[in-house]
């Protein structure tokens, strides 16, 4: 059974900056792409940041770029995302998912059950 | 990246059938067959329902399907259900490699 478990959500302060972790189990972790996709309280959901499980290629919203940073520990299984420079507007409950069937991101087919970030003055 | 554009709602009886579209832009939808569609229910995790415009996940309904035309995306929910009723999500590959998905809509069974 897939499982993907995100840690690391919380209170910071704006600028600040925070490290998620999905710790992920029961598939082949390093042949598949992965993403974060991020929802606001009330809000829609928006894609934030995906890397690619053939060769680790990232790719990043116009929002994020430049301030994220996602990254795969294939020894742990465990997917990232370093969040610096943390703005009111990036509070949201952050998801972890994995692509259904392949290397790539454009289909997610498993998702965590979320953790907050709540940034705030 | 401009979301996607989706009805903010839409609802029908039990037995009836919904369509909701999802219209973008020749750099996204119109690119390339890489639209995907999820359902949320409240509280939880979204849940793949639909990719490659109308391929069906495994343990998916096959009440659910998709399609597109130019621009804009469809997915439609056939023999509505109670359990139906929760917000649907698009979403597509978008110019650079990215993703961008639709605002949103909510779908009430009434």
């Known amino acids: 059974e897939v499982q993907l478990l995100e840690s690391g959500g919380t209170l910071v302060h704006l600028g600040g900056s925070l490290r998620l972790s999905c710790a992920t189990s029961?598939?082949?972790?390093?042949?598949?792409?992965m993403s974060w996709v991020r929802q606001a309280p009330g809000k829609g959901l928006e894609w934030v940041s995906s890397i690619s499980g053939s060769d680790g290629s990232t790719y990043y919203a116009d929002s994020v770029r430049g301030r994220f940073t996602i990254s795969k520990d294939n020894s742990k299984n465990t997917l990232h995302l370093q969040m610096n420079s943390l703005r009111a507007e990036d509070t949201a409950v952050y998801y972890c998912?994995?692509?259904?069937?392949?290397?790539?991101?454009?289909?997610?087919?498993?998702w965590g059950q979320g953790t907050l970030v709540t940034v705030s003055s | 990246q401009s979301a996607l554009t989706q009805p903010a709602s839409v609802s029908g009886s039990p037995g009836q059938s919904i369509t909701i579209s999802c219209t973008g832009t020749s750099s996204d939808i119109g690119e390339k067959n890489l639209v995907s569609w999820y359902q949320q229910n409240p509280g939880k995790a979204p849940k793949l329902l639909i990719y490659e415009v109308i391929k069906r996940p495994s343990g998916v309904s096959n009440r659910f399907s998709g399609s597109k035309s130019g621009n804009t995306a469809s997915l439609t929910v056939s023999g509505l259900q109670a359990e139906d009723e929760a917000d649907y999500y698009c979403c597509s590959y978008a110019d650079s490699r990215t993703l961008v998905f639709g605002g949103g809509t909510k779908l009430t069974v009434l």
């Open positions: 998912a994995k692509n259904y069937e392949s290397s790539g991101f454009y289909e997610m087919g498993a």
């Open positions: 029961g598939f082949d972790f390093y042949n598949y792409g």
